[in-house]
């Protein structure tokens, strides 16, 4: 049985064939996967999806490939949890946290859209995988490259933070340092790409790649218990992430997996790089690209490629947008660590830092359910954690000194500033 009918354009909804190809040679649209629902309404079912490995792949008549994926075996399926210390800190009566800062194998949301690229990348005959990245992409395309023996190159702003460098170089990728933003690197790939005849998961393959951010919103529903969250908190770059969440939940809605109210959608940025929220925030349809200033380098996208189709996922589904200053990101990585034990990268600073903000402007209501989406590792952004950190109490190891530190619960621990 077939699933997929073609590539299909977002704009003109001109039909084109499942070729590593991603703008509409009309009207310059974003083009997009066009399914055949009927066929897959007739072969998915809840049960046949709770049977299957508790991977990303359970769902797989709803992502872009004809066969078997060739990676991410082990990808999604991650942790949804009752935060109930976290929404108490917030004020909040049911809260939850998707967590994809455990994402096999390389700790962020990335490795499900870079499972999904490769796979189908293998199936149109491609032998070199490429990205340009801000950092997580790197990592996933580097190790689920090498995973299954093929050759990849990866180009990111040269002054990323050194432990996404170290993390990307360890799996024998090719990485290229960029003297510029991740706008300036995308270009670059751009031109690249047509060159070179490669597989930029993000750019030529990109309708394939973004496909696979929809098993995040799959799996929330499912761990819900086959039901909607009133409200989900989504952070973003380039703006699929989010799009594809909001999708995710209208086909399972379609397809009679769920019947509860449409979710409302929130976009989350860092103050210092937040095009789409400007956009939402003063009601247009105009995407004004930004130079990006923040330490939130995961999300750091001026120029965002689905930034107007994000600003309509958060009208449409009724949600709303917001952004929060550097400062603000540290404390709420804090907030998140110290309540539930999850040390989060700074873009889930950044996504629990908009999350408090919308629930005191009043935006997002006390008594309804909530996800916050964790998309990353806060071990992979400690950089920005340097110069705050207060130095730990070292002592010899003898009990009278550990006695005299702590000296009737004195003790002065080591903390974030
Ligand atoms: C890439 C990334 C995002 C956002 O992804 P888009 O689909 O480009 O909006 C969110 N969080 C983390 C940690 C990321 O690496
Ligand atoms: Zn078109």
Redesign the pocket.
């Known amino acids: 049985m077939k699933y997929m009918k073609g590539l299909k354009c977002r704009e003109c909804a001109k039909t084109y064939p499942l070729d590593p190809i991603h703008v509409c040679e009309l009207c310059f649209g974003p083009l997009e996967v066009d399914y055949d629902y009927d066929n897959i309404a007739k072969v998915l079912t809840k049960d046949l999806i709770t049977g299957r490995a508790p991977n990303m792949w359970r769902y797989r008549e709803l992502l872009p490939i004809d066969a078997e994926p060739s990676v991410g075996l082990n990808s999604g399926f991650t942790p949804l949890i009752r935060a109930y210390n976290l929404g108490e800190a917030l004020g909040v009566k049911e809260l939850y946290i998707k967590n994809d800062a455990v994402n096999f194998p390389t700790l962020?949301?990335?490795d499900r859209v870079v499972s999904v690229a490769i796979s189908r990348a293998i199936e149109m005959g491609f032998d070199v995988i490429a990205c340009a990245s801000?950092?997580?992409?790197a990592n996933s395309v580097a190790a689920n490259s090498a995973a299954c023996g093929l050759d990849s190159y990866v180009f990111v702003p040269y002054d990323l933070e050194q432990t996404k460098i170290t993390g990307t170089i360890v799996y024998g990728t090719n990485l290229v340092g960029i003297k510029g933003t991740y706008d300036e690197v995308n270009r670059l790939c751009s031109e690249i790409g047509g060159k070179y005849g490669w597989a930029f998961v993000n750019i030529n393959i990109r309708p394939f790649y973004?496909e696979g951010?929809k098993t995040f919103g799959y799996e929330i529903a499912e761990q819900l218990g086959w039901k909607l969250p009133q409200h989900v908190i989504v952070?973003?770059?380039?703006?699929?992430?989010?799009t594809k969440i909001w999708k995710a939940f209208k086909e399972f809605k379609a397809l009679g997996f769920v019947d509860s109210a449409p979710a409302r959608i929130y976009g989350a940025q860092a103050t210092g790089c937040a095009p789409i929220v400007t956009a939402v925030k003063e009601k247009s349809e105009l995407i004004r690209p930004v130079k990006p200033d923040t330490i939130a380098k995961?999300?750091a996208?001026g120029n965002?490629a689905?930034g107007f189709y994000?600003a309509r996922t958060i009208r449409d589904s009724g949600g709303w947008a917001e952004d929060v200053s550097d400062d603000e990101i540290i404390e709420a990585m804090k907030l998140l660590a110290e309540t539930e034990g999850i040390f989060a990268?700074t873009?889930?600073g950044v996504t629990v830092g908009v999350t408090k903000k919308l629930i005191e402007q009043g935006r997002i209501a006390r008594d309804e359910s909530i996800v916050i989406s964790v998309?990353?590792n806060g071990l992979k952004t400690q950089e920005c954690l340097a110069g705050k950190i207060s130095e730990p109490p070292v002592i010899e190891a003898k009990l009278a000194e550990f006695d005299a530190l702590v000296d009737g619960g004195k003790m002065k621990k080591a903390a974030i500033k």
Do not use: Q
């Open positions: 962020s949301f990335k801000t950092g997580n992409l973004a951010s952070p973003m770059a380039g703006g699929s992430l989010i995961s999300l996208i965002p689905d994000s990268e873009a889930g998309t990353g």
